[in-house]
């Protein structure tokens, strides 16, 4: 029987079908494999004459046809990549603030660990070119985030974004590269090596691109609404008044996000984009701890959800192994050296030797699939 992402990868690959596409040709027919068995006349007001050739030779040629061989083509890649997860909107691991926002990627290629999406992320962005004070910006800001239990989320574009990946990674933190090509081409290419740190560190690279799409400039703009759409809210660091950085700032806006930016000198051409977002209503943060006591409220709000989860969860007397095969080794092992009574942060690090910041966002992360709850200054197992 066909793998069922068959379906999935092909219509995926169908030309100019874009995010908004898929989602109406799912309204409208069901699923991938309904929607690729229609009639032509069905599909007219849906596609464009390329993508209803494509169809067509499918029809006639399945897996033989050009874009059948590269859906193949795709899981045979996917299956020689262990670290690499396809997720759609029906998988559970799929993140629930991606849901909510326009255009919903219909398909994410993870390299990493795909739990990760879920826990509570703020994405840095900024200027490819940015100043030495805003590098350094960058880096202090996420580095603090980071070790205070936000993943990190940025483009692994030059400049602000590379600073902040680097500044979590020095927080002993999370962050997550979502990437403007295809999940197996690094760009720009002397990011290898960076991308590669993110994963090795328990981090994530991130692509809603077919495989081998290469670094488009429309990619781009439809790469920022996922930055922005997996976080709670998105710092701007510097940015000049023309940049995707603002576009990314007014998207967030649109998803109902929290904006902030740093303010800069009044000469400095970077620091325009920044002070015209606080003239619109961005917040001005002029230290890490100030977004951290903006989205308290909004956590608090997180933590009251939980709440519903954890009654639910509270039939269990115990996590058995199997219940905990769904998390990654780390969270494994901090379930495990919890036992049964409340234990605090401190201790937890010396039982497991994971740093504070990793174990911090790991809690809020079990804490979001109802394996722990909190109580008081530390954790309690469910």
């Known amino acids: 029987m066909q793998d069922p992402r068959f379906y999935s990868l092909?219509?995926?690959?169908?030309?100019?079908?874009?995010?908004?596409?898929?989602?109406?040709?799912?309204?409208?027919?069901?699923?991938?494999?309904?929607?690729?068995?229609?009639?032509?006349?069905?599909?007219?007001?849906?596609?464009?004459?390329?993508?209803?050739?494509?169809?067509?030779?499918?029809?006639?040629?399945?897996?033989?046809?050009?874009?059948?061989?590269?859906?193949?083509?795709?899981?045979?890649?996917?299956?020689?990549?262990?670290?690499?997860?396809?997720?759609?909107?029906?998988?559970?691991?799929?993140?629930?603030?991606?849901?909510?926002?326009?255009?919903?990627?219909?398909?994410?290629?993870?390299?990493?660990?795909?739990?990760?999406?879920?826990?509570?992320?703020?994405?840095?962005?900024?200027?490819?070119?940015?100043?030495?004070?805003?590098?350094?910006?960058?880096?202090?800001?996420?580095?603090?985030?980071?070790?205070?239990?936000?993943?990190?989320?940025?483009?692994?574009?030059?400049?602000?974004?590379?600073?902040?990946?680097?500044?979590?990674?020095?927080?002993?933190?999370?962050?997550?590269?979502?990437?403007?090509?295809?999940?197996?081409?690094?760009?720009?290419?002397?990011?290898?090596?960076?991308?590669?740190?993110?994963?090795?560190?328990?981090?994530?690279?991130?692509?809603e691109l077919p495989l081998g799409c290469g670094s488009k400039a429309a990619n781009f703009p439809q790469r920022n609404r996922i930055i922005s759409g997996l976080s709670y809210g998105v710092l701007v660091v510097e940015a000049a008044l023309q940049s995707g950085s603002l576009i990314t700032a007014h998207t967030a806006l649109q998803q109902n996000r929290e904006v902030f930016a740093i303010p800069g000198s009044i000469h400095n051409p970077l620091a325009r984009g920044c002070h015209q977002l606080i003239r619109q209503g961005a917040t001005l943060v002029e230290t890490a701890q100030d977004i951290v006591d903006q989205l308290q409220g909004m956590l608090g709000f997180q933590r009251e959800n939980l709440e519903i989860m954890q009654e639910k969860a509270a039939k269990r007397s115990e996590l058995d192994d199997k219940s905990l095969e769904s998390l990654s080794p780390n969270e494994q092992q901090i379930v495990r050296a919890m036992g049964y009574d409340p234990v605090d942060i401190d201790d937890l690090v010396e039982r497991t030797n994971i740093s504070v910041g990793s174990l911090a966002a790991q809690l809020i992360g079990l804490e979001i699939k109802g394996f722990v709850q909190q109580i008081g200054t530390g954790y309690q197992r469910i």
Do not use: C
């Open 10 to 207: 092909v219509l995926h690959r169908l030309p100019h079908v874009g995010a908004a596409t898929y989602q109406r040709l799912i309204q409208h027919f069901g699923s991938p494999a309904a929607a690729l068995g229609q009639p032509m006349n069905r599909l007219e007001s849906l596609l464009d004459e390329e993508s209803l050739q494509a169809v067509r030779e499918f029809q006639s040629h399945a897996e033989s046809s050009a874009i059948g061989q590269k859906a193949l083509l795709d899981l045979e890649w996917l299956a020689l990549q262990p670290d690499v997860h396809l997720i759609s909107m029906a998988d559970v691991a799929y993140p629930e603030l991606l849901r909510q926002i326009p255009k919903v990627p219909p398909l994410l290629f993870v390299r990493g660990d795909v739990h990760l999406l879920a826990l509570p992320q703020i994405a840095v962005v900024g200027s490819r070119n940015p100043t030495a004070g805003g590098s350094e910006n960058a880096h202090r800001f996420a580095e603090f985030l980071a070790a205070n239990g936000f993943a990190i989320t940025s483009g692994l574009a030059l400049g602000v974004d590379a600073a902040a990946h680097q500044g979590a990674l020095a927080g002993k933190g999370k962050t997550i590269a979502v990437m403007g090509t295809g999940l197996d081409l690094i760009y720009p290419s002397r990011h290898r090596g960076l991308a590669q740190k993110i994963v090795d560190s328990g981090g994530a690279l991130v692509s």
